[in-house]
């Protein structure tokens, strides 16, 4: 698999610290997925009550992800992942109960994917062959080949199943903290710190599997 890490021959690494800048499509992320819901909520609780408040708060999420996939126009294993939480989230919006209910159940999508990666690392192709290979095909034709070159070797095969291992492990772990949070903390606080953990340990396991990656690299010379 191709290191995309190094620069090419000749050219300047930049100044370490020098030209740092968060993109504006981060911090739309950020704005959508973290301060939107919990303004949102806090404008319309008093007024329509908790669980309309709660249930007008899953909408920028989910219109900025609906938004997204209209604008790649793929649908791969990432954009599944993506709309079965937004159903699931809708589903769970449409059962109703109190509003700690609903917090919780929209955390539940992660326990069954999360189960799934685990099951998958007994399949032919795990799930995360699918999200690799999703990503390789983004980068170029060329990649994609390499990959679909190199998944059927047992190390890679074995590498593959690792991965889908850590992440059903991790997913698993996102969705019973989530949700406990989501039981046990004050509305206002759990909209506000949910999505960044929930960013958290999807960025931690993203670190991981580059780290991985690299190490598995190495290892081949």
């Not at 740092?20 to 819901?37: C, D, G, S, W, Y």
């Not at 126009?73 to 509003?99: E, N, Q, T, Y």
């Not at 990649?143 to 074995?158: N, S, Y």
Request: include cysteine; proline fraction near 8%; glycine fraction near 8%.
């Amino acid at each position: 698999m191709p290191d995309q890490t190094s620069p090419p021959p000749g050219a300047q690494r930049p100044a370490a610290g020098k030209n740092f800048r968060i993109a504006p499509k981060t911090i739309a992320e950020l704005a959508v997925n973290i301060l939107l819901p919990w303004l949102v909520y806090r404008q319309l609780n008093k007024p329509y009550g908790e669980f309309d408040a709660l249930a007008a708060s899953a909408a920028p999420p989910i219109l900025w992800s609906l938004y997204e996939l209209a604008r790649f126009r793929k649908l791969d294993a990432l954009s599944l992942l993506v709309l079965g939480s937004i159903l699931l989230s809708l589903v769970a919006l449409a059962f109703g109960g109190s509003p700690r209910l609903l917090m919780v159940r929209e955390n539940l999508f992660s326990l069954p994917i999360g189960a799934a990666f685990l099951v998958s690392t007994c399949m032919a192709r795990p799930l995360i062959y699918y999200m690799a290979r999703a990503t390789f095909a983004r980068e170029s034709p060329a990649h994609l080949a390499m990959f679909e070159q190199a998944w059927r070797r047992p190390q890679v095969l074995r590498a593959l199943r690792i991965m889908s291992a850590v992440w059903g492990g991790g997913l698993i772990f996102q969705g019973v903290l989530l949700g406990w949070m989501a039981w046990t903390w004050p509305v206002e606080r759990y909209l506000l710190i949910s999505p960044i953990v929930g960013y958290g340990i999807i960025g931690a396991l993203a670190l991981w599997t580059y780290a991985y990656r690299r190490k598995l690299r190495r290892a081949a010379g």
